[in-house]
């Protein structure tokens, strides 16, 4: 479907090439837990999506923003009444991610591996440097992609600055990643190809309305060993 076509093929790192929203999600879960006598999880959830979705401009994505936005819920739904003791527990439940094992998603090394000999590859991921570097780092796979690009934003601008840094033409470029609005819209905004391949649980932030997926076209895998008959190698 791809071969022939496709020369650089760029792969999302969270959730894409090891696993990342589980320990998020995890985290989220024992500090709603830990606020119930003052609110439901519920609504600690909704406003804690709230917050971090308007913290996210200022502090940008990752751990530092979601331990921040969870110290600012709580001070706000218990109406200031939060304890020391409380706001500690967060903290360390932030260290704590800090420190988690990268894991890597089944399959995807081999992958790369295999494209490795054909394609030029790219890993393409957004959030804090220090952190994004540290994942990289422990997850041993830096060694089989060509370039490496830490973004504070996966938007149509960001991309086309890639392609342009390294020379690569729209339509022969291919994006791979587990979210629709980062990963798949922008790239098919400005003509290049992508294949969506959808992680277990996703991020509400990086959740797309239907209407906006209307017109656009892409391809959905659900695996990235999926991804070698698409570009001709086995």
Not at 115 to 141: F, H, N, P
Not at 186 to 200: K, M
Request: proline share 3%; with cysteine; charged share 25%.
């Amino acid at each position: 479907m791809f071969h022939g076509k496709v020369k650089a093929v760029a792969f999302d790192a969270d959730d894409t090439l090891w696993i990342n929203e589980p320990f998020f999600a995890r985290v989220k879960a024992d500090v709603a837990e830990m606020m119930s006598g003052y609110v439901s999880p519920e609504k600690f959830t909704k406003v804690l999506e709230q917050t971090q979705s308007r913290n996210i401009a200022v502090f940008g994505y990752g751990v530092k923003c979601f331990v921040i936005s969870m110290i600012e819920t709580a001070n706000a739904v218990t109406s200031g009444k939060i304890k020391g003791l409380e706001i500690e527990q967060i903290i360390e439940l932030g260290r704590s991610m800090m420190t988690n094992p990268v894991e890597p998603i089944e399959g995807v090394e081999e992958v790369l591996r295999v494209l490795g000999g054909d394609y030029k590859l790219l890993m393409i991921t957004k959030g804090d440097v220090a952190e994004q570097q540290r994942k990289i780092s422990l997850s041993g796979m830096s060694s089989y992609f060509d370039h490496i690009e830490i973004l504070s934003e996966k938007d149509e601008a960001a991309y086309r600055g890639i392609l342009s840094k390294y020379s690569i033409n729209h339509d022969e470029f291919l994006m791979v990643g587990n979210s629709v609005k980062s990963d798949i819209l922008p790239v098919v905004g400005i003509g290049g190809c992508a294949v969506h391949i959808p992680f277990h649980t996703t991020w509400v932030h990086e959740v797309v309305c239907e209407d906006d997926l209307c017109g656009h076209k892409y391809v959905e895998l659900g695996s990235a060993c999926e991804l070698l008959p698409l570009l001709s190698v086995s």
